[in-house]
């Protein structure tokens, strides 16, 4: 883990929050400089004898949510008459770490590649023919790809940006990389026209989901180990530096950005102490669990999303036409919020 203290102020209030929060199915507090809703009118989209749709995008034609599953498929919803259809890519195998286990997903829009940042495989990418995904990248200087895990692309570009979350733990022993504090991950970016894989930064604590900005100056990644959001510059006097954008409540994964230019952060878990042992949770009311928080462009917190269900696992909350979905690393459903 970095040398970088974990702290929480700009938090400490969504704690509090949690512990008074009325239960209904929207609140928010003028006394607060975000919204606090609390998610009890929900839709599950069941997935059928498979689980853990990670990632949820959508194509250039509105089309979607795609999502990759356990079993190394990537399904495309097709509305509640036909539910989940094979898109792309392989399956049926039992083993994900012979399959592949599809965790980030995005499109470019303008060629229709899905790229896809397999835990196992590596960065794959399926033409826009659809079909099976083929590996584009395995490793970058001399060090394989241990466990890829989130993408974006710049749909000016075409560059192709994701995370290695650590050379030391694959997707099965991701607890051991935040318990440990290892500190192998790499954010790295991959040039479609010269073929080649760049580590823009190393070193870093279980780096996660990642997302560029509006106006692709900059890209936030989550480091799941120190429970923070980076942000790095891409362009600019600042270009390859970083700074801290956001410390979190719990334990980040993927990152989508809204068609405003604002954050949606997964929150998998919350946080827990060095020994393990406490968890924020009140002994006189109902846990609410954080699922997703909303920052702004400059990294202000501007929404808490909660949920009552405490077995739901988020992985990603990507809001699209003014419904929020969610997807989760383990749950065998999707979860779906409209406004």
Request: aromatic share 10%; net charge negative.
């Amino acid at each position: 883990m970095d040398d970088a203290s974990i702290t929480l102020p700009i938090f400490s209030s969504v704690i509090l929050l949690l512990f008074y929060l009325p239960s209904s199915s929207s609140s928010s507090s003028s006394s607060y400089p975000y919204e606090v809703k609390c998610m009890l009118q929900i839709e599950r989209l069941e997935l059928t004898a498979t689980v853990g749709p990670e990632s949820l995008i959508f194509d250039h034609l509105g089309r979607g949510p795609y999502t990759g599953v356990s079993d190394g498929r990537i399904l495309l919803w097709h509305g509640h008459s036909q539910g989940w259809n094979r898109a792309c890519y392989g399956g049926g195998v039992v083993e994900e770490s012979e399959c592949g286990r599809p965790l980030g997903l995005q499109f470019h829009w303008a060629t229709g590649v899905l790229y896809v940042a397999d835990a196992y495989l590596g960065l794959l990418a399926v033409g826009a023919e659809g079909g099976v995904a083929r590996r584009i990248a395995d490793g970058a200087d001399g060090v394989p790809f241990n466990f890829t895990n989130g993408v974006d692309v710049d749909q000016s570009t075409g560059e192709v940006y994701f995370t290695d979350s650590s050379t030391q733990y694959q997707r099965p022993d991701y607890l051991l990389c935040v318990l440990t504090g290892d500190s192998t991950g790499r954010l790295l970016k991959y040039d479609p026209i010269r073929k080649n894989v760049v580590v823009l930064k190393d070193s870093l604590p279980f780096p996660n989901g990642v997302a560029l900005s509006d106006d692709n100056t900059f890209l936030v990644y989550a480091e799941t180990g120190s429970c923070r959001i980076i942000k790095y510059w891409l362009r600019g006097p600042m270009a390859g530096a970083t700074t801290v954008f956001a410390d979190l409540p719990g334990y980040p994964d993927n990152i989508r950005r809204n068609s405003r230019g604002e954050f949606w952060v997964a929150i998998n878990r919350e946080k827990i102490d060095l020994n393990h042992q406490v968890y924020f949770k009140t002994t006189t009311q109902t846990v609410k669990q954080i699922m997703a928080i909303k920052l702004s462009r400059e990294g202000k917190l501007l929404e808490v999303l909660l949920n009552e269900d405490d077995t739901f696992v988020a992985s990603e909350a990507n809001e699209h036409n003014g419904t929020i979905w969610i997807g989760s690393v383990e749950n065998p459903y999707v979860q779906v919020y409209k406004f």
